[in-house]
């Protein structure tokens, strides 16, 4: 069984992990093989799911306005994808974003990335119009989830 913690934004499993799924984007999107993701605020907070001492999924919250967090850089590796892991980061990251004063939490994704989309409409997220700076991208697919 998975754990899911709070680490440092400069952990080298959560680092191993954001690489790891930076190359798989750049593969599923054809982007440039030095493509990277905007930096977080820093503010942003940040969860590392665990089984046993081998990191298996990560995932960010990012304040983005006054009541509204962002979940990013949602990554499971690959051989643990199926296994309640991304279920696990979901729920704590909403929970995350309720202990900050999270009203609402929110997320982009990509149309090719259907897995996940099913994961966001599973967990009670919403498609919305697509916010910035994803507005103008067919390839974006944007959610919300009001938070309790």
């Known amino acids: 069984m998975a754990t899911v913690a709070e680490c440092p934004a400069d952990d080298g499993f959560l680092l191993a992990l954001l690489?790891?799924?930076?190359?798989e984007l750049v593969v599923a999107y054809?982007?440039?093989p030095d493509a990277r993701p905007r930096p977080l605020a820093p503010a942003s907070r940040f969860l590392l799911a665990r089984e046993g001492s081998r990191a298996i999924g990560c995932c960010a919250v990012e304040?983005?306005?006054p009541g509204v967090y962002e979940l990013k850089r949602m990554f499971v590796a690959p051989d643990a994808r199926g296994t309640g892991v991304s279920t696990a980061l979901v729920a704590e990251s909403e929970r995350l974003a309720r202990s900050g004063g999270g009203v609402r939490i929110r997320l982009e994704t990509g149309v090719r990335q259907p897995a996940a989309m099913r994961l966001y409409e599973r967990a009670g997220y919403r498609r919305?119009?697509?916010f910035p700076p994803h507005e103008g991208d067919p390839e974006s697919v944007c959610y919300e989830k009001e938070l309790a």
């Open 128 to 130: 919305v119009p697509n």
């Open 30 to 32: 054809d982007l440039p």
């Open 19 to 23: 690489t790891a799924m930076t190359a």
């Open 63 to 65: 304040p983005v306005a």
